[in-house]
Nanobody
Framework: EVRLVESGGGLVQSGESLKLTCTAS????????MKWVRQAPGKGLEWVAK????????NYHASVEGRFVASRDNDKNILYLTMNDLKVEDSGVYYC??????RGPGTQVTVSS
């Protein structure tokens, strides 16, 4: 059974940083592309970053390009999202997900101005 658990969210001020962690189990993590998605209050899911199984290919949504960095540790089955220069509009619930959209419970990120 695929299991994903996110952590690292919190309340920060605009311009600050956070690092999210997603611990994966129940599947061969090193062979699966993964992604981070988020959902702002009252809005739909929005992909944030996509990372290939080897981390050789990483794509970012235009709204986070240059500020967020996705990475992974395939030895530890962990996916990371380092978020720098956070903006109020980055607030929402952040999920890690498999390429076929299996998600964890999410972690809340709130950025205050």
């Amino acid at each position: 059974e695929v299991r994903l658990v996110e952590s690292g969210g919190g309340l920060v001020q605009s311009g600050e940083s956070l690092k999210l962690t997603c611990t994966a189990s129940g599947f061969t993590f090193s062979k699966r592309a993964m992604k981070w998605v988020r959902q702002a209050p009252g809005k739909g899911l929005e992909w944030v970053a996509k990372i290939s199984s080897s981390a050789l290919v990483i794509n970012y949504h235009a709204s986070v390009e240059g500020r967020f960095v996705a990475s992974r540790d395939n030895d530890k089955n962990i996916l990371y999202l380092t978020m720098n220069d956070l903006k109020v509009e980055d607030s929402g619930v952040y999920y890690c997900a498999t390429a076929d959209d299996i998600r964890g419970p999410g972690t809340q990120v709130t950025v205050s101005s």
